[in-house]
């Protein structure tokens, strides 16, 4: 059982700058797929950003250029870094793991950015 603790959410002015961390009960290296997903109020979880146990990375259309997504495997923690903040990217967001042939999730960290 993965056990995901997420962190850094807050509330922040248009244009501004958060980190979030997602702490794993369990070393990165045994992760095939770890990523972050937002869910506005109202809508869908979506994906923001994945990055795959080869390193490489995707994100969605949406945030390219603004976020990035990271790990430090000596931490067992996932990093996505979020710049130039939109109104747009209010919402709760969500780490994700697929490992060991299942999906785990994090209970999630909001995010409010005002204008």
């Known amino acids: 059982q993965v056990q995901l603790v997420e962190s850094g959410g807050g509330l922040v002015q248009a244009g501004g700058s958060l980190r979030l961390s997602c702490a794993a009960s369990?070393?990165?290296?045994?992760?095939?797929?770890m990523g972050w997903y937002r869910q506005a109020q109202g809508k869908q979880r979506v994906l923001v950003a994945k990055i795959f146990s080869s390193g490489s990375t995707n994100c969605r259309d949406s945030v390219k250029g603004r976020f990035t997504i990271s790990r430090d495997n000596a931490k067992n923690t996932v990093f996505l870094q979020m710049t130039s903040l939109k109104p747009e990217d209010t919402a709760a967001y969500y780490c994700y793991v697929f490992a060991h042939g299942r999906e785990y999730w994090g209970k999630g960290t909001l995010v409010t950015v005002s204008s």
């Open positions: 369990e070393t990165l290296l045994s992760f095939d797929t």
